[in-house]
């Protein structure tokens, strides 16, 4: 059984079809890309699954449990963090206050602080940092707060949207060594991100999206060597 499946789901704004008839599944422990364009449905997919937007029809299970209908907020504590596009730290709390904010749903403190640990030896500029207003961080820096913060809710996956826009050549590099760390740690990751070439070398398997559609899926690898990505994606 699929860890996340996706079935089928049509999402409207209005009257206009952002999704159409979409389906894939993410397997325990599995990295899994969502590339397309931009407009392409990538972010849209994303909210729908962790309960941001109401699908028009289809469903979206989650260790088989249908969580179609579910609030936001229960279901990260059915274990599913999102690491949401520009970062969305809470500028106005320190760093370490943005963290503990990602463990809203925990109730034992001593996990926390043992997540918390956890984070800080992952990031060491989020520990160097801890009293710093987030809103005065840097924006590769923003983005680490957004993954620790993420991660600080222990989830189970984490679905990371566009983590290097904006982000220098040599922070990209570090924000997807962290991801597959995050993954080699045990956490299923879920990537939707505009640099295919950086997510297909990181992935598993990839779905390519065009205009609210699933046009290709298969192993990431085989993805990377063919001709009609490298042409649309890769820049090849």
């Known amino acids: 059984m699929a860890m996340l499946e996706v079935k089928d789901i049509e999402v409207y704004y209005g ?11 993410v397997n325990e422990g599995e990295v899994i ?12 997919i994303l909210h729908t699954v962790t309960g941001l937007l109401s699908p028009g029809s289809g469903s979206v299970f989650f260790e088989g449990k249908d969580i179609t209908k ?3 907020h229960k279901i990260v504590s059915l274990g599913m963090a999102h690491v949401p596009e520009g970062r969305r730290v809470f500028a106005e709390l320190s760093v370490y206050e943005n963290l503990k904010m990602g463990a809203y749903t925990r109730k ?13 030896d992952r990031f060491p500029r989020l520990k160097e940092r801890k009293n710093q207003l987030a809103g005065t961080l840097s924006g590769g820096e923003q983005q680490m707060l957004a993954m620790g913060r993420a991660l600080m809710s222990h989830p189970k996956i984490i679905l990371m949207d566009e983590p290097s826009m904006g982000l220098s050549p040599i922070l990209v590099n570090q924000i997807f060594e ?19 070439k950086k997510a297909l070398s ?7 999206l065009e205009t609210g559609k699933v046009v290709l899926n298969g192993d990431a690898k085989d993805l990377l060597n063919d001709d009609s990505i490298k042409k649309a994606y890769l820049g090849e």
């Open 70 to 72: 579910v609030p936001a």
């Open 178 to 196: 962290i991801i597959e760390e995050v993954s080699r740690g045990g956490t299923t990751v879920l990537l939707v991100e505009q640099n295919a």
């Open 202 to 208: 990181i992935a598993d398997r990839a779905y390519v």
């Open 33 to 44: 890309a969502l590339i397309g364009a931009n407009g392409a449905g990538k972010t849209t």
């Open 108 to 120: 034992d403190k001593n996990e926390i602080e043992q997540t918390l640990a956890m984070v800080y």
């Open 15 to 25: 009257m206009i079809q952002a999704i159409k008839g979409v389906s894939f599944e």
